[in-house]
């Protein structure tokens, strides 16, 4: 089993918010950070020596990335349903019925501040459970599902 530090995950959390890919290596548990569009061109000859060194030992690298928009999205559902406010809840469930339900629920959160402040706990909250259950969820799968 991984031993994961809480100070590992939550560094994870952060740099996955900001739109990085987290290569974690599952022998040292040491992260390396990558932008996407960086990445994504691997067969470049001018790779910088840390995404070089992923992709030639990718084995012994488990791939996070932010979460997909409809675990995003099943995030804002459940906080929602946290809030006691009801105006508050209505007008933030009815912002991401809409087209744009993202920016709709950011822009209703710029005018609660307190909320917004209780939004980026349960975010950060959700993404650090969400990193832990990938990381299970790649282990097991490299260990033949045991």
């Not at 061109?41 to 012994?60: G, Q, R």
């Not at 706990?121 to 993404?127: C, G, L, P, R, T």
């Amino acid at each position: 089993m991984l031993k994961l530090s809480d100070e590992l995950v939550q560094d994870i959390a952060n740099n996955i918010d900001m739109e990085m890919i987290c290569y974690l290596n599952i022998k040292t548990m040491e992260p390396t950070y990558v932008f996407p569009e960086k990445f994504s061109e691997c067969l470049d000859e001018d790779l910088d020596e840390a995404s070089e060194f992923v992709y030639e030992h990718k084995e012994d690298f488990i791939k996070i990335e932010k979460p997909d928009s409809h675990t995003a999205y099943k995030f804002m559902e459940a906080f929602i349903e946290t809030i006691t406010d009801e105006r508050i809840a209505e007008r933030l469930s009815d912002a991401i019925s809409f087209a744009k339900p993202f920016r709709n629920f950011k822009d209703i959160l710029a005018r609660y501040p307190d909320v917004q402040k209780e939004w980026y706990a349960f975010k950060n909250k959700k993404y650090i459970e969400y990193i832990k259950s990938e990381i299970v969820l790649h282990t097991k799968v490299r260990r033949g599902g045991e």
